[in-house]
């Protein structure tokens, strides 16, 4: 599962490691992701082979505060409109078929579920226990930083111990210049680990 914002560096990368190990991942896009119009065409592309794609909030928006997730920065309205935006934008690059969405930063309540439901949406998120979202991250951030290296090991760490069977695991499809080690880069190694232990990728409504 992959979102994006403002950052759009790995797409390229992404797509030609997904075509390559036979995979079909789900992209989760912003309206401002879409303001680079570069990008347009492979959108387009990822959606003919059949790779998911889906809103991610129009102006990404931070639903609720960080210190407290059952209340709301945003009313039902604004909800909607930005959504309906985000789905405007899309439908422009002749991307129709979704009814999947991940709320921006995968920060949310139980109320943006039931109104994302009022849309025909089913919400999505990455399972907790993983750190992969946090490749976003960058040296400057100091102790919230977390490298690539450091990612993979936490995944085959976890996978060890745990499993992860059923897990939907989430990377950004770029990040800050100021990070040096993408983690996209990783993906096709991962890819090939977690194959390599019987793992099989299936859509999301399929989990």
């Given at each position: ?5 403002e950052f759009?560096d ?5 797509e ?8 079909k ?13 570069k990008?347009?065409?492979?959108i ?13 909030s ?21 909800f ?9 934008k ?5 991307v ?22 009022d849309?025909?949406?089913?919400v ?18 100091n102790?919230?930083?977390?490298s ?18 059923g ?5 950004h499809?770029?990040?800050d ?31």
């Open positions: 599962m992959f979102t994006g914002d759009r790995g797409l390229l990368t992404i030609q490691i997904l075509n390559k190990e036979g995979i991942g789900a992209f989760f896009i912003t309206g401002k992701f879409l303001e680079d119009q990008v347009h065409k492979t387009k592309r990822l959606a003919r082979m059949g790779h998911a794609i889906g809103p991610h129009d102006q990404h928006l931070l639903y609720a505060p960080w210190d407290n997730r059952d209340s709301l920065l945003v009313t039902k309205e604004e909607v409109k930005d959504l309906m935006q985000n789905e405007n899309l439908r422009k690059l002749g129709t078929n979704f009814n999947q969405f991940i709320p921006p930063y995968e920060w949310y309540n139980q109320l943006i579920v039931d109104w994302a439901k849309m025909g949406y089913h999505y998120n990455f399972t907790p226990g993983l750190r992969t979202a946090a490749d976003y991250t960058f040296p400057e951030m102790h919230k930083y977390l690539s290296a450091k990612i993979v090991d936490q995944v085959l760490d976890y996978e060890a111990v745990q499993g992860l069977n897990y939907i695991i989430l990377i499809i770029g990040t210049p100021r990070r040096p080690d993408k983690f996209y880069h990783q993906l096709g190694d991962l890819i090939k680990e977690l194959k390599s232990k019987k793992y099989k990728f299936v859509p999301l409504e399929n989990i």
